[in-house]
């Protein structure tokens, strides 16, 4: 009940956003993004107010499905990967750490689940692509820097 309760309180907090080019395609191939699987451990120091994040299919749409968590909540749940990014903002002001998890609900019907990530702190750009097998997960563990 009491998480519940936290959830529908945090919920007009975060957002989501389907957009087409807020990140420029260009900027976005030339990018060295790291892959991640569930065997590693990040931790991305945080400057910024909020945390904001892109997901998309960076290759074939093959019907991915994730639900992503933060701080053990669902924010997210049973969302399809599209070629069209979506943006999501998570606020951050009151809190000295968070963890933002991945998982892998579906690998779709090419292989492993793949996820572009890419997090966007001031002027530093964070760029991952995610490998899961069903109902594997990754997590991010941001700290305020």
Known sequence: MRATLLLFLLLPLIN???VNQDIDTNISQILNYKTITSKNYIKLGWRSKTISLFIWD???EDNDIITIFYDNQPIL???VIKNKKTLIELPFSDVESAKLKFTAIST???????VNIIFLDENVISPFVSVLDKNESIVINILKK
């Open 77 to 79: 749940e049973n969302f």
């Open 108 to 114: 779709g019907s090419e292989g492993k689940n793949t």
């Open 58 to 60: 960076g290759s074939n």
């Open 16 to 18: 989501f956003a389907q």
